[in-house]
């Protein structure tokens, strides 16, 4: 704790402090960061206490700005713990140049909405006493901002009626790429079994040990995959995702793949699509026919080729990659773009490239990992069984309804076509567990789904109420507890069920 005590006015003064130890390196003095904002004067002052909050609830505004749609935006709070005043909120990028403007609004507390339209570079409003003002803040960019905490920030100052700061807060800014490009790749929906790792992504070159997801988690799956993986009966229609020309279509050159220990060669399709924003292109592999030839004008929509198992690959499957041609090379991107905190790990390697978000509203496969299995598929004979294990969306610790259980009758071992799941229960290896409500009767062809989350439980849907994943994104098993003690369970992963 530290106590000051003025002896005289004092003009708002950033307070720097210095941490040191003995083997480290002084910490840099961020201004806005780890500065108090003091100030002292003989007769009372308004005083703003602010907080700003983004979207992603990291600190970091995402922009994705210029030509493109959608605009960086925060929210700042405040309360006047000191006397009735008008207060001028202005926005500005502290000491820094930055390809970026922000204009600024009071809001409606209740509804968001913007008083007024937002204006630059501030906006005037009375803020008594212990009244909790509330802004809206809109950044937008003409350039690429890499993230850089320290130095690449929107500040939003609050100053008194003479012009003196009372108060301060700021959040970090970056770019994000957007170009909404793509529409449906296939009809329906498939698990995903390898995402694209944005942890270096070279096929049997990368070799760090781990996957990192575009929203920055960290997996075990295939170390260096170049797109995403999607399990798929063979023959299932593909489509291309947008307009484009076909630059490949045909079997790939000889190359030694790893998982099945010897050479092969398998059909894949090219399309190039040139935007504004520069050419991506969309890459199919593993197919069982090509409906395309080299050359051809594709449309958004058209079927292009089948689904298969050929090339390298050990089961049937679609592998979808996306490039991006920077300096006239075709360099391997991730279509869902880069949503961790901090900079895509991708851009920092020498051969990387900044990943683009290239799906259109809604037209992402949703991305998914799951285990599905008849009742009873190795001979047991259990009434209530599970059948469903979706055990990993993207970002359970936010969005835990991603996960789900489903509990099936088995109508060869429940003569009356109906089971009473009152005393039974579902536990994750960590030993949560979940009460199915007494007297909740499971029928024939009316499987009952228990989603992590929050909800509201109808006779088919139940909800956990958790606010976070309670499935082990590597290794977990479902459990479902009969009230005797007997267990039926699905793994996520081989062994996880001992
Ligand atoms: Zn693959």
Redesign the pocket.
């Known amino acids: 704790m530290i106590g000051i005590t003025p002896i005289a006015p004092l003009q708002p003064t950033e307070v720097t402090f210095n941490y040191a130890g003995n083997n480290t390196p002084p910490v840099a003095v961020l201004t806005g960061l780890n500065t108090l904002l003091l100030s002292a004067s003989a007769t009372p002052v308004p005083d703003i206490v602010a907080l700003g909050a983004t979207i992603t609830a990291d600190g970091i505004v995402n922009v994705a700005g210029g030509a493109r749609t959608g605009d960086g935006v925060f929210a700042v709070a405040t309360v006047n713990v000191g006397v009735s005043s008008p207060i001028t909120a202005s926005v500005d990028t502290g000491g820094s140049t930055l390809p970026a403007t922000a204009t600024i609004c009071e809001t409606n507390a209740a509804t968001s909405l913007c008083l007024a339209p937002p204006s630059s570079p501030s906006v005037t409003t009375q803020i008594n006493t212990t009244a909790t003002t509330t802004f809206g803040v809109f950044v937008s960019r003409s350039d690429l901002i890499t993230l850089d905490p320290g130095g690449t920030r929107i500040f939003v100052r609050f100053k008194d009626a003479n012009g003196i700061t009372r108060g301060a807060t700021s959040v970090a800014v970056r770019s994000t790429l957007f170009v909404p490009l793509f529409q449906q790749l296939f009809t329906g929906e498939f698990a995903v ?2 995402f694209f790792d944005h942890n270096v992504p070279q ?1 049997f070159v990368d070799a760090n040990g781990n996957m990192v997801t575009f929203w920055g988690e960290i997996v075990p799956f ?1 170390d260096g ?5 999607f399990p798929m009966p063979e023959g299932t229609p593909l489509l291309a995702v947008a307009d484009g020309t076909v630059s490949f279509a045909g079997q790939s050159a000889d190359f030694f793949c790893p998982p099945l220990n010897r050479t092969v060669n398998g059909p894949l399709i090219e399309i190039d699509h040139v935007t504004t924003e520069g050419t991506f292109k969309s890459l199919y ?2 197919l069982s026919r090509a409906d395309v030839t080299i050359g051809q004008r594709v449309q958004t929509g058209q079927q292009i080729g089948l689904s298969g198992n050929t090339g390298c ?1 050990t089961r049937p ?1 679609l ?1 979808f ?1 996306t490039r991006r041609v920077v300096n006239g090379r075709a360099i391997v991107i991730d279509p869902y773009g880069w949503d961790g905190s901090g900079i895509d790990p991708w851009t920092l390697h020498p051969q990387g490239t900044e990943s683009v978000r290239l799906w259109s509203s809604g037209q992402a496969p949703a991305l998914f990992k799951e285990t599905r299995l008849a009742p009873n598929p190795s001979g047991s004979s259990a009434p209530v069984t599970l059948t469903v294990f979706r055990w990993m969306g993207v970002r359970d610790s936010q969005y835990p309804n991603n996960e789900f259980v489903e509990v099936t009758l088995d109508p060869r071992f429940a003569p009356t076509g109906s089971a009473d799941l009152t005393g039974f229960s579902l536990r994750n290896n960590n030993g949560d567990t979940f009460n199915f409500p007494s007297g909740l009767i499971l029928r024939s062809d009316q499987p009952i789904r228990v989603f992590t989350g929050a909800g509201t439980n109808t006779s088919t849907t139940l909800f956990w109420g958790r606010s976070s994943g309670v499935w082990n994104n590597v290794s977990d098993c479902a459990r479902l507890v009969s009230p005797t003690g007997g267990q039926y369970r699905l793994a996520n992963a081989s062994g996880a069920c001992s």
């Open positions: 079994s390898n096929e295939f995959h170049q797109g995403y993986d592999f593993h690959s499957h592998h990659e």
